[in-house]
């Protein structure tokens, strides 16, 4: 949906429907649909006269999602036997990527290959809905308004990020991957206290 992926990857706290009839080239009715529906997941708020503004998840909120995406991934990666070469080889060419990116103050490209590395994971387990369930979790915990915020003012956490990134990876397959989970629930809960 063409206006979340505004709301996640843009720098913008507020818009108009004509910014949207605008800037989509769509005509207002799928547009209005596509907000209410916004509106009802929590993503923003629609104000009669003064436009359209993005919401930021509450406190609560936020550790209510980081607790649901330690659930979810957690058990995922529990539940693989085995992680091939093929699958440690794209789960290392993204550590390295998050490097590059992280070098170059790439916002939008960190938090990409951030939420890719934790989808792959998912990915692998085969659980369609696990997936969904952290995709939504995901866009509301992490636009790039976040991510440049760390970027710029706490670098040493996306560090620290990336160092767990590869624990995780160099602990797959060991003790049926349960200190990779162990470790990845710290990851997870390292989020929530940065984020909070």
Same mark, same amino acid.
């Given at each position: 949906?063409?206006?979340?992926? +505004?709301? %996640?990857?843009?720098?913008?706290?507020?818009?108009?429907?004509?910014? @949207? %009839?605008?800037?989509?080239?769509?005509?207002?009715?799928?547009? /209005?649909?596509?907000?209410?529906? *916004?509106?009802?997941?929590? !993503?923003?708020?629609? #104000?009669?006269?003064?436009? +359209? !503004?993005?919401? +930021?998840?509450?406190?609560?909120?936020?550790?209510? @999602? #980081? &607790? =649901? /995406?330690?659930?979810?991934?957690?058990?995922? +990666?529990?539940?693989? $036997? %085995?992680?091939?070469?093929?699958?440690?080889?794209? =789960?290392?060419?993204?550590?390295?990527?998050?490097?590059?990116?992280?070098?170059?103050?790439?916002?939008?490209?960190?938090?990409? =290959? &951030?939420? &890719? !590395?934790?989808?792959?994971? *998912?990915?692998?387990?085969?659980?369609?809905?696990?997936?969904?369930?952290?995709?939504?979790?995901?866009? /509301?915990?992490?636009?790039? /308004? $976040?991510?440049?915020?760390?970027?710029?003012?706490?670098?040493?956490? =996306?560090?620290?990020?990336?160092? &767990?990134?590869?624990?995780?990876?160099?602990?797959?397959?060991?003790?049926?991957?349960?200190?990779?989970?162990?470790?990845?629930?710290?990851?997870?809960?390292?989020?929530?206290?940065?984020?909070?």
């Amino acid at each position: 949906m063409k206006i979340k992926e +505004i709301i %996640v990857k843009g720098e913008e706290e507020f818009t108009s429907e004509s910014s @949207l %009839v605008n800037l989509l080239s769509m005509s207002r009715t799928p547009i /209005r649909e596509a907000l209410h529906r *916004l509106e009802n997941e929590g !993503f923003l708020k629609i #104000f009669s006269n003064q436009g +359209i !503004f993005f919401t +930021i998840p509450t406190v609560e909120e936020r550790n209510e @999602l #980081f &607790d =649901l /995406r330690i659930a979810i991934e957690t058990h995922a +990666i529990k539940q693989v $036997s %085995v992680f091939t070469n093929e699958n440690i080889s794209y =789960l290392n060419e993204n550590i390295k990527n998050q490097h590059i990116a992280f070098e170059n103050k790439d916002y939008q490209e960190f938090n990409e =290959l &951030d939420m &890719d !590395f934790h989808q792959y994971l *998912l990915e692998v387990n085969g659980n369609s809905h696990f997936l969904k369930v952290y995709k939504n979790c995901r866009e /509301r915990l992490m636009t790039i /308004r $976040s991510a440049k915020y760390l970027l710029s003012s706490r670098s040493d956490v =996306l560090k620290e990020l990336i160092d &767990d990134h590869k624990d995780i990876l160099e602990n797959l397959n060991k003790s049926s991957n349960h200190l990779s989970a162990k470790i990845l629930e710290k990851h997870i809960n390292k989020g929530k206290t940065n984020f909070s």
